[in-house]
């Protein structure tokens, strides 16, 4: 799955910690200031990464809604027949243009909403393919979409937390390994700290 995020240049904080987060949970993005490189056509660059997207997540602000380069991405994108994706910053329903205004967007302090329906999304990708590596356990399976515990475990739980743990508390991420780490106690490695530490399937949710 890959997202491509419109936005203005003066919300380019926001557009980078959307891709990040969306990187996380195991999805692609298209992020201009990344993506492009120098001496690629910007046009170029811009329609293929479009064509190639499943969304087209679009950052509504007052900059963008006054940006050249933001109308011509929502115009390529509804051409093309792409989902349009909506994400509010700073900006009343009032204030909202056609055609953006018929679809249900969400502000962007309730982005996860949408991070939780992409996982799904992406759930259902992963059960239509085969994969021979694909290990099953009593509640979850390499490649389920999980969010990561929001408070921190005492470390004499097995099978034990590491402080450093902690900077990854609340986070949407992807199953990579199942493991058990005790007669009968499983748990899972995770994308989003590249298997460093073992999660207790106790601890973590679906999404």
Known sequence: MKIFISHSSKDKWAAKRISS???????KTFLDQKDIKTGESIDESIQSNIADCDDLLILISPASLNSHWVLIELGGAIALKKNI??????????EIPDPINKLLGRNINEIEKYYEELGI?????FKTKSYSNKIKSSRYSVGDI???????????VDPGW????NNYLGEIT???KIIKTG????????????????????WIKSI
């Open 174 to 176: 992807k199953i990579t």
């Open 21 to 27: 987060e969306l990187n996380n949970i195991g999805v």
């Open 146 to 156: 999980i969010r990561l515990p929001n408070k921190p475990k005492m470390e004499n």
């Open 162 to 165: 590491n402080n450093q743990m």
């Open 85 to 94: 994706i909506p994400i509010f910053l700073y900006v009343g329903a009032n």
């Open 183 to 202: 007669e009968n106690i499983e748990a899972a490695l995770v994308e989003i700290d590249e298997g460093k530490w073992t999660w207790a399937l106790s």
């Open 121 to 125: 999304r992406i759930k259902g990708d």
